[in-house]
């Protein structure tokens, strides 16, 4: 069966939409605040389609996983309680990562993440960063797992718990 990676379109805002619920009901059901006060809602997908950030996993001809990866300086970036290994070099962030749970536990993210890496050093980006809720042990797991460093605690716009645990993957 292939699986690939490709940008999405507005034609799979509602298989996104699907791997978003599922995403929000198991950070959820850990005891996780991510995600669970609107956010990331069908505004902010579009706005990362129309903006080319948007990308989508394939596996068959069904949507697996979805992810925005954005290059350029992430504001919440700019404080960290630790620090970045390199902070010269431009990169890119990777965020709202999910997949459908149809697809969980089958290894499919480490490929996902992995096409991520590979698109983003074709252009010429060797910097990743990722963060996540302190609770998402499967997020925290596979960004080690495909050679993520733990930089520290950054802060988002969470109201309720902002500390996010950073990683970042130097090439």
Known sequence: MQKYTRLA???DISNI???IDDAIAFLKQSGSTQWQNGYPNQKVIEEDIANKNGYVFVVGNQIAS???VIEGIEPTYQKIDGSWHNERD??????????????QGQGLAKIFISNIVSLELSRG???LRVDTHRLNIPMQTLAEHNGFKYRGIIQC???VDPDRS??????
């Open 9 to 11: 379109t507005k034609n």
């Open 17 to 19: 939409m699907l791997s």
């Open 90 to 103: 431009p990169y890119a962030t990777t965020h709202r990562i999910c997949f459908s749970s149809n697809y």
């Open 125 to 127: 980006i060797r910097n």
């Open 157 to 159: 716009n969470d109201e």
């Open 166 to 171: 950073a990683y970042e993957l130097n090439l």
């Open 66 to 68: 979805y992810a925005a």
